[in-house]
């Protein structure tokens, strides 16, 4: 079952909707662990299958997979942690490791993770404002597309294209106009 029919289906059988969380909240919560750090991640996770199961019935059934609107929860509720989120960011450029890249090992991770550990990068980062980092952070750490950005944000593909685009602009001005390792790359697609 796709997630759409899963949350169909939770409409008449709550149970159902575990499924769901099953699925996406190993990745909702390793997003959330990076932009806010491990003490923060498991209340902005349950949070957002909380809000997700309420909101379920506005659902768009004609979307199967459920990672884009979940994802733009999560965001919705980090938004209001944007202190935490700094913090964390302000905290990688001091010390130049990521606690999060460390405790995962899958290939996206580790990817995702060498575009992140410099401490150049988690500087420019906390420099961006809210909307650049939220669509940068999306595309190079949850791994969505601009489509699925997009959706998530509740904004137009256009506009995540212009926002990345002057994120990745900015994020190469406060690094010199230069790569401080190969895996700016990701920042670069």
Same mark, same amino acid.
């Given at each position: 079952? &796709?997630?759409?029919? #899963? ?6 059988? @709550?149970?159902? +909707?575990?499924?769901?969380?099953? $699925? %996406?909240?190993?990745?909702? %919560?390793?997003?959330?662990?990076? /932009?806010? !750090? *491990?003490?923060?991640? =498991?209340?902005?996770?349950? &949070?957002? +299958?909380? &809000?997700? +199961?309420?909101?379920? $019935?506005?659902?768009?059934? =004609?979307?199967?997979d459920a990672r884009p609107w979940l994802y733009g929860i999560a965001a919705n509720i980090i938004g209001k942690r944007r202190r935490s989120e700094i913090r964390m960011l302000q905290a990688l450029a001091k010390t130049g490791s990521d606690p999060v890249a460390q405790s995962y090992g899958d290939g996206?991770? =580790? ?8 401490? @150049?990068?988690?500087?420019? #980062?906390? *420099?961006?404002? @809210? ?8 595309? *190079?750490?949850? &791994? ?16 995540? /294209? ?9 994020? $190469?001005?406060? #690094? !010199?106009? %230069?790569? @401080? ?6 920042? =670069?697609?």
């Open positions: 079952m &796709d997630d759409a029919a #899963l949350i169909q289906q939770s409409l008449r059988e @709550p149970e159902a +909707f575990a499924q769901v969380y099953d $699925r %996406h909240a190993a990745h909702i %919560h390793r997003y959330v662990t990076r /932009r806010l !750090g *491990a003490d923060a991640a =498991d209340d902005v996770v349950a &949070d957002t +299958f909380l &809000d997700a +199961f309420r909101q379920r $019935r506005r659902y768009h059934f =004609d979307r199967t996206v991770d =580790d990817r995702v993770a060498a575009s992140a550990a410099g401490r @150049p990068i988690a500087r420019a #980062l906390a *420099a961006l404002s @809210p909307k650049y980092r939220e669509v940068l952070l999306l595309i *190079a750490w949850a &791994d969505l597309s601009y489509e699925e950005t997009a959706e998530a944000l509740g904004i137009s593909v256009g506009t995540v /294209r212009s926002r990345l685009h002057r994120a990745r602009k900015k994020v $190469r001005e406060a #690094l !010199g106009g %230069h790569n @401080p390792t190969s895996s700016m790359e990701e920042l =670069d697609r």
